[in-house]
Each structure stands twice: as C-alpha cells, then as structure tokens.
C-alpha cells in the first residue's frame, strides 16, 4: 500500500482478495444488506483488517482521500442502468459487495427507509426526467456543494463514492471549511442556529406539503466546533435562512464564496474511491450532458457512521421523521 496526504494505492494482493471473497458472496446470494461480519469469519478476518488500513478515515483538514487499485479485481460492470432500480450483471453485483466489505472495515454503513428503497449502496447516475435536480441523478445544471444529509442529525460521518464509468472525466469536488480562512467574527456570526435545513428531494416528498422546504423547520447552527476543529453543516439550496441580521448573512455568504475558492475537483476514474469527511468538507459536481445509451457518468455511494461525537443538542431533532436501516436489520 502507497499512501500520500490525498491518496491511498491499494496493492495487487489485498484487491485479488477482496474481489474472490465479494464475488464468493455475491454468487451465493448474499446481499449487500445482509452482509457477514467479516472481523469475525475466520479466515476473512486478516482482509477486514487490511481493508482497515486502505479504508481509513481522510485527513481533516483536507476532508477527502482517494483511494485507488482496491477496486482493479473486477470485470465490467456492464451498461450503466436507466435508472437505480434497474437490474445490473454480476460483476457489478460484487463491486456493490466490495464497496460493502471496504466500508464496514472501517465504520458502519447504513441507508435511509426513503432514499433508494433502503439500500446499503446507491446508484448515481443521471435519470431521464430528472436532469435540472439538486440530487444525484441529476445532469444538465451543477449540483451545488452540499453536507450529504445535512438536515437530519444522524447524517454519515463519511461519503464514499465509487467510479464505475465516467467518460467526460466529471470528478466530484470536494472543499473542507477547515481551509476557508473565515475570520473567528465569522465562524461566531455561523455557530447561531439561524438556518433552517430541510430534505432533499432524492426523498420521498411529505404528505403534508408539496415541498420539505415548504415544512416548519427548526433552525441549526451552520459551523460547530469538535475537538480538532470546526465543522460545518451546510445544504443552502434546501435550506431557508432564519433571520435579516446582515453580519450573519455576510458570514453565511462569506463561506459559500471561501468554499468556492478552496474547492477542488478529484479526478474519478473506473474503480476510484472517493472518501469525504462530511463534518469538514462539502461535495458538488459540476454539470454534463448525459446521453441514457448505457455509457453515462455513474457512481456507487454508500455513507458510513464513525463513532464521532456531534453537538448534544442535535440529539433533539426529530430529522423530518427519516428513518435509518442498518445492514442485516431488513427493510
Ligand atoms: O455525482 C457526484 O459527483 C456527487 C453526487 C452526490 O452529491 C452524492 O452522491 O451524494
Ligand atoms: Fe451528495
């Protein structure tokens, strides 16, 4: 393993392990929603401890690492699919096998009941009818720099996303607050809970309104502070600013236009592995054009808990009544 402050090279050996083991489950039909706990299954456990040290949490000032080669064991995914409910072939079946071993090595992986009918790993790839949305399948207009699930307390820790096809090199785009250079002034005017984020619409909609944005919502501070720095919690196309007081939407537009600056596109070819700190850094893409005849952009994306604490206060949000579903627990 070749490590760098941004990249990790996973070996030859450690991804021919791991492809025999996730083809291994995937051709006896496990799922990855009901994966095996591979720290506990024998021999497996010595590649859950490897996958550990290719798997590890980025560096948080940065917010992001790559990570590259732990993929290379896999045939060809095949077409990319139409939609995320599509059937896809084996081969890609086991890539979603790996992403799930990789990710459980170094925290735990979960969904949410109302995104993706509750799977463990996402499809993301431009939809037909969908393509001037703020979500993932979105294509044609640039999807603006986000916290993945910003608005629910229980938001990952971690954002993996995996390249299966990307011809027009459209990478994701990473920028981390911890790079901002925002004054104290500024980062005291963010920590007021004066913002009020709401579900994006890769959720089902609420009964009660035709929006979330259109929801009552609480307001939530946009910067807080963990022990090593600040962190940020930041979704400004689905969310509503609480309040007129000028010196704290100077500070609010003050990050947008920072983030802007320090943000940087990460390359993303086929098999790449994408690692961003939700806490620090921010994820968007720019636009493309997609063509639906099997060769689009398309991403895997699965989102990992780390046993990280985050303001006790968040422990009052309701998160609009969204529902995690953990591995092994059903749907
Ligand atoms: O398509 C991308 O690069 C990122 C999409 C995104 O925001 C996500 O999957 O959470
Ligand atoms: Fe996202």
Request: glycine share 8%.
């Amino acid at each position: 393993m070749q490590r760098s402050a941004d990249r990790v090279i996973a070996g030859p050996g450690l991804a021919e392990r791991l492809a025999r083991e996730a083809y291994r489950l995937a051709r006896s039909g496990v799922r990855p929603e009901d994966p095996p706990n591979l720290r506990t299954t024998g021999a497996a456990a010595d590649l859950a401890a490897d996958l550990a040290a290719v798997m590890a949490p980025p560096e948080r000032h940065r917010g992001y690492r790559l990570v590259s080669g732990l993929l290379d064991g896999f045939g060809d995914p095949g077409s990319t699919p139409e939609h995320w409910k599509d059937d896809q072939n084996a081969d890609a079946a086991a890539i979603d096998m790996a992403i799930m071993l990789a990710a459980s090595a170094m925290g735990d992986v979960f969904g949410w009941a109302e995104q993706q009918d509750g799977r463990l790993v996402h499809n993301i790839l431009p939809i037909r009818g969908q393509e001037t949305l703020q979500v993932g399948a979105g294509s044609v207009e640039p999807l603006a720099r986000h916290t993945e699930d910003a608005f629910h307390p229980g938001r990952p820790h971690i954002l993996m996303l995996v390249c299966m096809r990307n011809p027009e090199s459209v990478g994701t785009s990473v920028a981390s607050v911890r790079r901002t250079g925002l004054t104290d002034a500024e980062y005291a005017q963010l920590e007021r809970p004066l913002v009020a984020i709401t579900p994006d619409d890769s959720y089902g909609a609420p009964n009660t309104a035709h929006r979330w944005l259109d929801r009552e919502a609480r307001g939530v501070a946009t910067v807080w502070w963990a022990d090593d720095g600040p962190c940020l919690r930041y979704d400004p196309v689905y969310s509503r600013v609480l309040t007129d007081d000028p010196a704290f939407l100077d500070a609010y537009a003050a990050l947008g236009t920072r983030l802007v600056e320090c943000e940087a596109e990460l390359p993303l070819t086929p098999g790449d592995i994408v690692l961003v700190d939700n806490d620090v850094a921010v994820h968007s893409r720019r636009s493309f054009r997609p063509s639906y005849d099997g060769t689009d952009r398309w991403l895997k994306r699965t989102i990992i808990r780390l046993d990280r604490p985050r303001p006790a206060g968040e422990a009052a949000e309701d998160g609009f009544g969204q529902r995690a579903v953990e591995p092994g627990r059903g749907r």
